[in-house]
């Protein structure tokens, strides 16, 4: 059997790639006649934009047989604005041709390639192309590639190639010594493990050193060996002819039959899609098979739920693309339906790796990120050809990104009526270029690993933007740090919502940068014309090195300037060079924007104003969630991390760091309690109306005092469902809805902790759920308490009584006899749940004086009335919406 071999082309513009994939394809006896691009004939090179335009603009698949090999050409697009096509087919290659012109050399686009290349760690076989020219020097081109892309390319036709080749590795320097060559499988090897780049040259338009060139791919290039287990790798998604889906991917393991089911992990959630038909695809034209083996490259019809660099089975997704685009261009939709112009282009996304859609939903507009200007044309034309939609693009700008300087916290905190979720993030500045990198350092006691990497997942999903402009943040390392959910309340929603708002918190409060984004230039021109060019360059704030001298007599200047800079010098080199100068440009990453104010005044953004990425937090009181500003967060978070934030954003000096206690207040006035108090009856009650007839002011009355007053040392620990049980109207309430019961009791605790000031623990039996840790929850100004497996009410509050015994004074609410005896033993007091029904409502008599006292409702129309219709209305709409609350795990 055959063996399969993926071998990718790849070359910078005009380098001659199609006219060498034809003439392979020709040798090979694939094709009857060798195409040329001239005469439009191709046979890769089918779309109408590919044969009007003359360049290649998708990347696509033949088929050919040499000696004992199957060999699948991928042609990939040589135009930089085309260059994800490229990359994105790196992830599936066996090896690589990358194609050198001998009248151009070395280019800067063939050394983003090379980079890319070594990234993926693909072999690497070059060809210099265009030997027929005179003016070819073979010597002086091999010199160039070996000092630019790596001493180890050796031309593998030399009379002393073994010698050269001997002087990349050890062992074939032992193996030349010792027999004087170095055998056919130690180069294999070695050019399998890009030890050796062997290179070849001929003319790809006079079918010279072609041969030579498919013989060096199949005795130079090592098989590979596949696991049994299935795997596959995503590279590619497009469309035929009659619009149907197609999943492009590489089988690397096992086997895939036509009507399998594939698993599918799509942001975090996972499809079942059956795999209709198995096409093999060699131009535009293919052939169905019932079954591919690992090496095989097929399109899969009936996945809805693909994309590029995703991995299935054993295979792991790719990382995140190298190449990005720099400009961004508002979507000018002429009239036509935005729906319908979003759809599409949403489909061109899936199939261009290089486009981004952004739709912004307050203002209903549509952006697009792309490369360069062609890029932007093709999309014009697709929309028009595919959808029938005409639209145009503004002038566009460049995409501006965002980074931090110093380490902060961020807090989000989600938590509406039965939701939970809060999360802590280090965000930390880092390496350039190094974009977002996400780790946890959260411990699995505090959050389960499930909960941990959803966080993850949800930090890795969403483009996160910053303050300044709305721009991309990059160079930033974000760091799980401290998470808490609620066993009951706790949805995957909640976690999402919770981790966006906890990164937005940590950009409002950091020290954010703009970055602009930077070219890498080559610039080709004739010396009459070098002193106009620097004194450009100068003008634009590039650096750049000495100029050099070509071999053709031009002079050649590389450095870096600004995009926004740069735009259209192109055309403008052309111009004053007379069609003779050459700019090449590429990605140079990005750079502090030289002219951040003016560019962060114009964009006009308010970080406040974003909805869709908000740096506040909910939270939740009295049943109903609250939204609590970015720069308040930290004074209502649950978990005190202890992490040092270099700086504080907003009026975050006014509370402590997050882990150290602020310094003890002065004691309140009795006016200042009074207050506090009153905030609680407002909350509960209503507003209280003020005395418009009273002109002089006069202080707020105190509530009347129990005779034995209680210490705030005083512990009131509550066993809930004995309480429930042993009162009538909480009992009847069970038999409908124990959550009901258990929530109205809450709220009658929290009504007596208003008055009475003491630290009330309200504990409920959860001993008989299974792998229940127990978890306690900060509800309103109580603490309720869910014991753990195997635990029950009676047992947390004999622990809990035994720790008091003491400095504290404990009381214990509960008619359980036994334990009643036991907590007296601690030396607590001992409550029966009929006695504290009377402390009860003895409290609710002092809190209706006190409304009467202050509003001086008529006669017949009592404050006690109303707060007897209050709670019950109360009891009527926990029936309807069972209650929550702020969940704490212990």
């Known amino acids: 059997m055959s063996r399969q071999l993926i071998c990718g082309l790849l070359a910078h513009v005009d380098a001659g790639k199609t006219t060498l994939s034809e003439d392979m394809l020709f040798l090979s006896g694939a094709l009857r006649k060798a195409g040329r691009v001239d005469n439009g004939d191709t046979f890769l090179d089918t779309d109408a934009l590919e044969k009007e335009r003359g360049i290649t603009i998708f990347s696509k698949m033949a088929r050919l047989s040499w000696k004992d090999t199957q060999i699948t050409l991928m042609d990939t697009p040589g135009h930089v604005d085309f260059s994800g096509e490229m990359e994105r087919v790196l992830d599936v290659l066996d090896c690589a041709v990358l194609l050198i012109s001998a009248a151009d050399g070395v280019q800067s686009h063939t050394v983003t390639e090379w980079k890319l290349l070594e990234r993926y760690g693909v072999p690497v076989i070059l060809f210099v192309n265009k030997m027929d020219r005179e003016d070819a020097d073979r010597q002086s081109l091999?010199?160039?590639?070996?000092?630019?892309?790596?001493?180890?390319?050796?031309?593998?036709?030399?009379?002393?190639?073994?010698?050269?080749?001997?002087?990349?590795?050890?062992?074939?320097?032992?193996?030349?010594?010792?027999?004087?060559?170095?055998?056919?499988?130690?180069?294999?090897?070695?050019?399998?493990?890009?030890?050796?780049?062997?290179?070849?040259?001929?003319?790809?338009?006079?079918?010279?050193?072609?041969?030579?060139?498919?013989?060096?791919?199949?005795?130079?290039?090592?098989?590979?060996?596949?696991?049994?287990?299935?795997?596959?790798?995503?590279?590619?998604?497009?469309?035929?002819?009659?619009?149907?889906?197609?999943?492009?991917?590489?089988?690397?393991?096992?086997?895939?039959?036509?009507?399998?089911?594939?698993?599918?992990?799509?942001?975090?959630?996972?499809?079942?899609?059956?795999?209709?038909?198995?096409?093999?695809?060699?131009?535009?034209?293919?052939?169905?098979?019932?079954?591919?083996?690992?090496?095989?490259?097929?399109?899969?019809?009936?996945?809805?739920?693909?994309?590029?660099?995703?991995?299935?089975?054993?295979?792991?997704?790719?990382?995140?693309?190298?190449?990005?685009?720099?400009?961004?261009?508002?979507?000018?939709?002429?009239?036509?339906?935005?729906?319908?112009?979003?759809?599409?282009?949403?489909?061109?996304?899936?199939?261009?790796?290089?486009?981004?859609?952004?739709?912004?939903?307050?203002?209903?507009?549509?952006?697009?990120?792309?490369?360069g200007e062609v890029q932007l044309e093709v999309l014009q034309r697709k929309l028009k050809d595919r959808f029938g939609l005409n639209i145009t693009f503004d002038e566009g700008s460049v995409l501006y990104k965002e980074t931090i300087t110093d380490t902060v916290e961020g807090v989000g905190h989600y938590e509406p009526l039965r939701h939970y979720a809060e999360v802590h993030l280090l965000l930390e500045p880092g390496e350039k270029g190094s974009g977002l990198v996400f780790d946890t350092k959260c411990s699995l006691d505090e959050l389960d690993r499930n909960w941990q990497r959803l966080i993850l997942t949800h930090l890795y999903e969403k483009q996160h933007v910053g303050v300044l402009t709305g721009a991309p943040v990059t160079d930033m390392k974000i760091t799980l740090i401290a998470g808490r959910d609620h066993l009951k309340h706790t949805e995957g929603g909640d976690f999402r919502q919770a981790t966006y708002r906890a990164v937005r918190n940590g950009l409002m409060r950091a020290r954010s940068v703009l970055l602009e984004p930077w070219y890498e230039f080559e610039l080709t021109l004739p010396p009459a014309q070098l002193g106009r060019a620097m004194t450009d360059l100068e003008r634009m704030g590039g650096r750049f090195s000495s100029p050099e001298d070509t071999r053709d007599g031009m002079m050649k200047i590389s450095g870096f300037v600004?995009?926004?800079?740069?735009?259209?010098?192109?055309?403008?080199?052309?111009?004053?060079?007379?069609?003779?100068?050459?700019?090449?440009?590429?990605?140079?990453?990005?750079?502090?924007?030289?002219?951040?104010?003016?560019?962060?005044?114009?964009?006009?953004?308010?970080?406040?104003?974003?909805?869709?990425?908000?740096?506040?937090?909910?939270?939740?009181?009295?049943?109903?969630?609250?939204?609590?500003?970015?720069?308040?967060?930290?004074?209502?978070?649950?978990?005190?991390?202890?992490?040092?934030?270099?700086?504080?954003?907003?009026?975050?000096?006014?509370?402590?760091?997050?882990?150290?206690?602020?310094?003890?207040?002065?004691?309140?006035?009795?006016?200042?309690?009074?207050?506090?108090?009153?905030?609680?009856?407002?909350?509960?009650?209503?507003?209280?109306?003020?005395?418009?007839?009273?002109?002089?002011?006069?202080?707020?009355?105190?509530?009347?005092?129990?005779?034995?007053?209680i210490p705030e040392t005083e512990f009131l620990l509550v066993d809930g469902y004995n309480v429930i049980f042993a009162w009538d109207d909480l009992k009847a309430l069970s038999r409908q809805s124990l959550e009901s019961a258990r929530h109205v009791l809450a709220e009658i605790l929290c009504n007596f902790q208003g008055v009475r000031k003491a630290r009330v623990i309200l504990v409920f039996d959860a001993y008989k759920v299974k792998h229940n840790p127990g978890y306690s929850e900060q509800y309103k100004n109580i603490t309720i308490v869910y014991t753990g497996e195997a635990e029950t009410a009676d047992n947390y509050i004999e622990k809990t009584t035994y720790k008091l015994k003491g400095p504290y004074r404990a009381r214990v609410v509960t008619s359980d006899g036994l334990e009643q005896i036991i907590t007296m033993g601690h030396g607590s007091l001992r409550t029966s749940a009929r006695e504290f029904r009377q402390e009860v409502e003895q409290v609710n008599i002092e809190i209706a004086r006190f409304i009467e006292e202050n509003n001086r409702h008529p006669v017949g129309n009592t404050v006690a009335d109303a707060a007897i219709r209050a709670l019950d209305r109360a009891k009527k709409q926990t029936d309807r919406n069972p209650g929550t609350g702020s969940g704490n795990r212990n």
């Open 142 to 371: 091999l010199a160039e590639l070996q000092s630019r892309l790596s001493e180890a390319v050796t031309d593998i036709s030399s009379p002393d190639a073994d010698e050269y080749i001997a002087l990349c590795d050890e062992e074939a320097w032992k193996a030349y010594e010792k027999d004087g060559a170095v055998s056919e499988k130690l180069r294999c090897e070695m050019t399998g493990k890009r030890k050796l780049f062997p290179c070849f040259f001929g003319s790809a338009l006079k079918m010279t050193g072609i041969e030579e060139l498919l013989n060096g791919i199949c005795s130079l290039i090592p098989a590979k060996q596949y696991p049994r287990e299935f795997g596959a790798k995503v590279f590619k998604i497009g469309r035929d002819k009659q619009d149907a889906r197609l999943t492009f991917m590489k089988i690397t393991g096992g086997f895939l039959r036509s009507r399998d089911v594939l698993s599918l992990n799509d942001d975090g959630k996972v499809w079942d899609e059956k795999a209709d038909r198995i096409l093999l695809y060699s131009g535009d034209k293919y052939t169905q098979a019932d079954e591919v083996t690992a090496g095989c490259v097929c399109a899969v019809t009936g996945l809805e739920h693909t994309r590029a660099g995703q991995g299935i089975g054993t295979e792991k997704d790719s990382p995140r693309s190298q190449l990005e685009g720099v400009f961004t261009y508002h979507v000018n939709r002429m009239g036509q339906d935005a729906a319908a112009v979003l759809s599409a282009m949403r489909r061109l996304e899936e199939e261009d790796p290089l486009l981004r859609v952004q739709w912004n939903g307050q203002t209903r507009e549509i952006r697009a990120r792309v490369m």
């Open 562 to 709: 600004p995009v926004v800079k740069a735009r259209g010098y192109g055309r403008e080199v052309t111009s004053y060079t007379g069609g003779r100068g050459h700019l090449e440009l590429r990605n140079g990453g990005y750079e502090p924007c030289a002219d951040s104010e003016a560019v962060i005044r114009a964009s006009g953004y308010n970080p406040l104003a974003d909805l869709e990425n908000s740096p506040d937090s909910v939270f939740c009181s009295h049943g109903a969630g609250f939204n609590v500003p970015w720069n308040k967060v930290r004074e209502y978070m649950h978990i005190q991390t202890g992490a040092e934030n270099t700086r504080g954003g907003g009026n975050l000096n006014d509370s402590a760091p997050a882990g150290k206690s602020k310094k003890p207040s002065a004691p309140k006035s009795a006016a200042e309690e009074d207050r506090e108090l009153m905030a609680i009856f407002e909350r509960t009650y209503g507003a209280v109306r003020p005395r418009s007839f009273d002109p002089q002011p006069r202080t707020a009355p105190v509530l009347e005092q129990r005779e034995v007053s």
